[in-house]
Nanobody, 115 residues
Framework: QVQLVESGGGLVQAGGSLRLSCAAS????????MTWYRQAPGKQRELVAS???????NYVDPVKGRFTISRDNAKNTVYLQMNSLKPEDTAVYYC?????????WGKGTLVTVSS
């Protein structure tokens, strides 16, 4: 049983910053990948950034240099620091964890960037 709870979304002007958090609880094992996805209105869900339990990170090109993913393994929490936000970053952001061949999802947190 795994639960993921996102927080930190909100309304921000273009150029501003937000930090998203995702706290995982339940049966969390040592080897896993935690990932942030997002889904904009009318679009498919897309991967944003991921981090392994060993700290290796990956980003999609649109957010490279602006977003930073990190994790605190002691707290089973993953963060997404979002700087220089653009209107096209507007989406519901979802936290995901993959471990032992299974996926778990949070309910999402809404980020709205105004121009």
């Amino acid at each position: 049983q795994v639960q993921l709870v996102e927080s930190g979304g909100g309304l921000v002007q273009a150029g501003g910053s937000l930090r998203l958090s995702c706290a995982a609880s339940g049966n969390i094992f040592g080897m896993n990948i935690m990932t942030w996805y997002r889904q904009a209105p009318g679009k498919q869900r897309e991967l944003v950034a991921s981090v392994t339990s060993g700290g290796l990170t990956n980003y999609v090109d649109p957010v490279k240099g602006r977003f930073t993913i990190s994790r605190d393994n002691a707290k089973n929490t993953v963060y997404l620091q979002m700087n220089s936000l653009k209107p096209e970053d507007t989406a519901v952001y979802y936290c995901n964890i993959v471990q032992r061949g299974r996926d778990y999802w949070g309910k999402g947190t809404l980020v709205t960037v105004s121009s």
